[in-house]
C-alpha cells in the first residue's frame, strides 16, 4: 500500500462518518499489511467504527447489474467490483479499492510450475474444479454485460483478482442486519483489514439499522504499543485460509 492511497483511503472513511484511534496501517516484515497500535488499547475499549454506507453489498451490485439476475450473488458482485475499478477516482469507493491488493496469491493464479506443489491433494482438485466452472461464469458473464460496458473493460485475470477479493475478505450480510435471512457476502472497509489469527479476543458491536448503522470493534484483551490487532474469522481449514 502507497502512503498517499492510505491516507486517502483513511479520510475517506473518516470523512463518511467512520473513525478510528490508537492503530496504524503498516506493512509487517514480509510485506503483508497489517493494524497495529500506536498507544495502549484496553479491554473493552471501541477503537475502530465503520459505517455501513461503506459496504460493497450484493443487494448494491444487483440494482446496478439488473441483467445478471441468474447469476450468484458473488459473480455479480465480482462484477460490479471489476466496474467501480475501472472508474477510478469517479468511483465512491475508489479509496476503498485502490488500497486492495494488487495481486491475491490464491491457487486460483497459480501456474503449472505452482501447481506441482500442491500436485495430487484436495486442494489441486478444488482449485481446477473451481477455476474450469469460473471460467464458464467469465464467458457467460461478458455475453451479458450491459451494452454501455465495454466487454474488454473486464479480462480473465481481472475476473479473478475481484472473485478473490471477495473469497479472501468478505463477510457475512448478517453483521450488517443480523435479523435478514440474506446469505450474502459483503465487503467491509477497514474491518477487513485485520489478519486472521485464531482465538482472539475481539467483539463486534453494531448499532442502527441497516441503512445508516454502523459496526465497531472492541478490542476483547489488552495490546500494548506496537502489537498488531488482530480478528478472528472462527476455525478455518488450511484449504479454506489458502482460496
Known sequence: MEETAVVS???WIKENGGSFKKIEFKHDMEGVGCVYTTDRVEENENFATVPFKLCITEKQARKELPDLASFSGRIVQTVYLLLQKHLGESSFYWPYINILPKVI?????FDDSDMRYI??????????ERKAALFLDFEKIVEHLPQEIY???????DFLWGYSVFSSRAFPYSLIDPTSTDQSEVLFPLVD???HKPNTKITWSRSGDPETGSLSFVAGQAYNTGDE???NYGPKSNEECKF
Open 105 to 109: 496469491k490464491t491457487p486460483l493464479i
Open 193 to 195: 483489514a485485520l489478519n
Open 9 to 11: 483511503y483513511l479520510n
Open 119 to 128: 500436485q495430487n491433494t484436495n486442494l489441486e482438485s478444488a482449485t481446477r
Open 229 to 231: 490487532i488482530s480478528n
Open 151 to 157: 466487454k474488454d473493460d473486464i479480462t480473465w485475470d
